[in-house]
């Protein structure tokens, strides 16, 4: 779909330069310096020739048509000549110039009029305010990025353009191929999305790196990013992740960054790694381009010294990854040959003395067992440590074997001539055992999801929608914004979850009244729109048994309300009955602008705000995804039959999540909605206190 | 104390070798290389002369006393040539040669009897198993490291060798200068503790380093650390932080890990600086050795590039530094010189093509603010920037101030030459601005540690210590090792803690006879030895209020009691007032084989359990751990008044954990004890149940 962006059959360049100091000549020299095969075409209406290229006054005058033109020319200048690329039949567009949406209000309109343009001629555009486009295999850089880096099978798509430059450079410094590198600036029109869409099939690439500050269509994007994670990892940074970061994302980027809950719960639902700094990228990069995956949990450590495998063994306990424990038979033949003072078990330490054969011997030995997933060979550099020949011997048995194998050579300058033969032979090596760690955990993980079975499956229940929407109709026109109780309990009830009965008195006569007709322990609670907190308003009253006691109860509650807040508004008191030996639980919705609703999942009472220890997930959940959000929060045991808490109905609660995603993905207009407490027993659920809020 | 380790007059080495492959041969090249001053005599029985010095036969044929001796013999001999030095009058033994403990028995053996020789000749001796000794500035290489780092104010202890090479190899190619290098091997004598010790006056060590896997003496470690990290500071990795890291640690070094918590309340109490991994060591390193003191929270950023600086406030709101707000007049100043697209509040955005003389300006302006503490000053290597220039300009302008300044020059090849000279101009390059972060914010604990005020003091309340003697005399006597509620409480009673009211009921008379006698509403417990969770063998009735009740109630707890289990031994049942409207705490008390006596702190019931959200101190804590214990853990807002739970009685815990930490100190013996629950009120606090084992 994109294929002109980076195998074009012939390329303009609008506003090449004769200047070196220019960017216009730097991109040229770029071009032609990378290698490209197809034809050149630089556009400047002064020069006749740059670069011994002949030089065109405007793009019309170029004797063919271009499928690629980089327009790198001042900002005011730019929507003319796009027009012009229109009619000349240009389909891509890649605009250096900055001086658009990220400088105010004027750069937004030249920005809006580009787009326009770029739509009415059926073009395409990366940019504007990019670094521009690499393809290592075809040879094209269309950028002003210094050096080209190797060609390799890693794809980069980043936002900023400076964190471009320092990729590149490191990139370049490292010796890490990469096969395509797309910075796309203000994404006026090809996006993330695209891009990632256009890298699904292509067999140069085999992992997409992505540099991310905000994304504007949270659900293409996560439709995307799961289909394509499914076939590649995708490995992302987004930066912007606390509040305060957020304000500078914007204020920065004239992006609009997403509250980062929405974000983690898309790449989370979609099966997108996660990286959280710069290093974590390259370093995940690296283990997921070079290495097979790991297929399982089990790690062997072969290491030269004790110190730094304690240091693995210590990180795979904390992140999750299983020490491997090693067959008799590998046991066996690890005692055999290495020398008495060895660790045989894992991880395996051949001593300070080991030489490359006994390390070759050791990794063999270890990686062939079945109980072993993936390895990390671990060296310092000892006296009679041999580095080059260890590491040719690590390159050589890792090509025998379909595990990933990783290194950690420990020091500066006298382990470098091993890390080079490393490299060279795609085995990653990290600076410290804890990184090799987590960089192996992200392949589990990644393994771990595209495998997991069942699959999870949004699940249809059988719901009277129609009413539910007569409801709906009725709010919106009688412009009501926000319902309690009552009326929520009546939507849910619609949906198949199961509802506290619930009387409303008007006053202490109709309550004396209830409690006469009805037997057992009621509560008496405030109707009011204007009350939240209910307890701080003295608006609950427990342990109701009879009419006297009801009476009072419902004055008491008043006169309460009244006190607490002068011109309450008060519809009446609810009388529900008493619900004994349940455990709370809040299910919530909130919405994001960028990914749409999010469900919340958590323990109710005061330790959700305490202790933040709850869930999310985007709106629709899968059945997986309603397991996994009860399974995530800490106090999740408590749920599970806990000391001399009973085992509660786990099933009833991943039903409700399931009915409410059902109700939320019927009813978007629905904005928030909380069920808190939702109080779970032994058998079933049932849902207290409600409170929807709508956006017409 | 040790200087003759350092700074000897002259040095022999017994077992010099004429072999270059040999240790021997290797070590005594070092010491000639690397430039000592002071005379070296190689001993070895077969050669004349050693790379152009004589050598003896052994060392008491030595012309001169010797003040070190360096030993790399194989270890069968190595005690009786000890013998020989201790004769000579030797004052310093490193003993580099392996095969003693680290062996087995037969080592641990050997090491024994050289540990004796050393006392009876009141030497001091470093290792064995070791690399040996390095000190910079007097040019001594008494180890066989490959190759001397340049001299620094880094002193480095590393308990593991094998790290010890990967350090100084690291060292080496970064040009990081350091003091002294000590691998310290099996710490038969000399340990870290001593070490610390060393250097804590030492003019030439500005920072210290610490590898280790085990303490011996926890309690001298805390002493020392303590004085020492009040006068410079001590950066510590430790290996074997969870279980299976822990075992490992053991079965490498022969050296006892202790349990992770008490290490880590060590460090806290004695304001050492922990690092994670190997690389938050040398990242803490080179911030201490290079830069001033961050001496508040409040950090500037100025940046090239948005992204990256988004990343840096994440971890700044994360870590809990503080994103500097800017004077007005700093804020003037940056807004009249920077181009309007600029970011002119922090973080600076200077833009894309900034070039130095941009950079030096925004640098001058923010770090001269008085309401910043320290700057982060990132580049990304764009088109037009200056990288070398603008490294000079951040070395220029940083020896001005007082303060603070790192960078994150970010990328590969292009920054190398940028990355050179803030090396060489002591200004600490991080990969990652969520590294440069990090490490500000070691500093910045480390500097509020030295000045917090009030200092923490360990308070002595007026209690009964003769009657605890006494009744802990008896309970030796009668060997009885744990004891339960009722003994408890009278050793808690006698310290100044309050303790619930309690009456043992024999039989269900007795209790018909209590409440007869009392109003109130009371709990009835069971009192057994055998039964440890009460509720779960029906052994608590609550809410009783009269005579019927306390009967049927203790009849059922009996019965409950043998059905739980058959053969239970039961002491009674106590009757105790229920008390309401409390909060549950936990104070705990366990012994840790090297540190001592932890003491422990939560919020009971079962989240103590289920999220481990508690805090530990070691014994005896001062006013300010015992605040701080309580601020520690998540769940204490619930104390600290919110939504209807009133304000707790916090004072009333603090001196509660004071007088538990009085009692421990005073009666060791006690190896474990438990008040849980702790109630708490508006105002003071109860002990309900108490158990304490003993170790006589």
Known sequence: MLKYFFTPENVCLIGASTNPDKLGFKILKNLIEGGYKGKIFPVNPKADTILNLKSYKN???????????????????????????????????????AGFKETGPEGRKKEERLKEIVRKYKMRLIGPNCLGVIDTKNKLNASFASEMPLEGKISFITQSGALGTAILDWAVKENVGLSKFISFGNKADVSEIDLIEEFEDDSDTD?????????????????????????????????GKTEKGTKTASSHTGSLSGSDTAFNSAIKQSGVIRANTVEELFDYALIFACQPILKGKNIGIITNAGGPAVMAVDMIEEIGLTLAEFSTETTEKLKNFLPSASNISNPVDILGDAQADRYERAIEFVIS???????????????????????????????????????????????????????????????????????????YDYWRNLNEKPKGKVIKFKVEKEKVQEK??????????????????????????????????????????FLKENDGVYVMKLVSPDIIHKTEAGGIKLNITNSEEAKRAFLEIINSAKKYKPDVKIIGVQIQPMIKNGVEVIIGINKDIQFGHLIMF?????YVELLKDVSFRLIPITDIDANNMIDEIKTSKILKGFRNIPKMDIEAIKETLLRVSQLILDFPEIKEMDINPLVVKEKGCTAVDVRFSFEF
Not at 483 to 505: C, H, K, T
Request: glycine share 8%; net charge positive.
């Open 59 to 97: 793009v019309l005058e170029i004797p063919e048509v271009c499928e690629l033109a980089i327009i790198v020319i001042p900002s005011e200048l730019v929507c003319d000549v796009a027009e012009e690329c229109g009619k000349k039949g240009i389909k891509g567009l890649i605009v250096i110039s």
């Open 207 to 239: 992992v997409i790196l992505l540099y991310l500050e905000g994304v504007n269509d949270g659900k293409k994007f996560m439709e995307v990013t799961k289909r394509v994670s499914s076939k590649k990892p995708i490995i992302v940074i987004k930066s």
């Open 369 to 443: 067992d079945d109980k072993v997933d993936g390895i990390i060979v671990i060296l310092t550099p000892q006296v009679t440590t041999q580095i080059k020949e260890t590491a040719e011997c690590i390159a050589k048995t890792s090509k025998k074997y379909n595990k990933p194998v990783i290194t950690c050579f420990m020091g500066g300058k006298r382990v470098e001539e091993g890390i080079k033969i490393l490299k060279e032979n795609k085995i990653p090596n990290y600076f410290s055992p804890e990184r090799a760690i987590i960089s192996l955990k992200a392949m």
């Open 472 to 513: 709906i109709n009725y709010f919106k026109n009688q412009k009501i914004n926000t319902i309690g109780d009552i009326e929520g309990r009546g939507i849910l009830s619609l949906y198949g979850i199961n509802v506290i009965n619930s009387f409303l008195a008007k006053d202490e006569n109709e309550c004396a009244e």
């Open 602 to 606: 958590g323990l109710g009472g005061i």
